[in-house]
């Protein structure tokens, strides 16, 4: 997952997801049996290029 908006996650200048979004999410995620949660389309977008050349990470956490 990317940011948090909570009081830490203030010191990242990405969007951030409210906490109360990723609870509702992980409860989704354990009510649906999955063994992963991914929460936020920042996290979507790197797990899914997990394999690719890292410099594309540099776009991605820009700021």
Known sequence: MAAVDTEMGQNFPIDRIRPADVVARALDGLEADRSQ????ELARTVKGTLTSDPSRYDVLLAG
Do not use: M, N
């Open 37 to 40: 949660v991914v929460v936020d």
